[in-house]
């Protein structure tokens, strides 16, 4: 299950407040809101903020793909990767090695994103 990290001081705000853990981002961002009212006087957090917030917030989760979900019978999986962005570095080494694929093309690496299940 994913999970929802956020910090005040991660967009710059001198304030030791985090959220860690949450189970949504709309968990988060609702916490957030009673945060912002009660310890900064923010009764409505403008939409620009709302964007900034939402850029900063780290997910966290178990990454796992299998090559066989896109069709490719190599029996290659990663299971447990701690971000997407580290399962596509891992599977880019396979791909070459493997593979002989240089760089995988954008439709592949958007068929592979879509495949990727997150626990």
Known sequence: MMKYTF???????NCGFEIINAGSE???L???KTHAKME???TSIPPELIDKIKKAIR???????S???IGMN?????????????????????ARMSHKMNNIPQDTINA??????VS
Do not use: T, W
């Not at 910090?7 to 705000?13: K, N, Q």
């Not at 997910?59 to 793909?65: A, E, I, Q, V």
């Not at 592979?112 to 299940?117: G, N, R, T, V």
């Open 7 to 13: 910090s005040c001081a991660d967009i710059g705000m």
């Open 26 to 28: 709309e968990e988060l």
């Open 30 to 32: 609702e916490m957030l």
């Open 40 to 42: 900064h006087g923010i």
């Open 59 to 65: 997910k966290s989760g178990k990454y796992s793909f």
């Open 67 to 69: 090559c066989e979900d």
């Open 74 to 94: 190599c029996g290659f999986e990663i299971i447990g990767a701690s971000s997407e962005d580290e399962l596509l570095q891992q599977l880019s080494i396979h």
């Open 112 to 117: 592979i994103k879509q495949k990727i299940k």
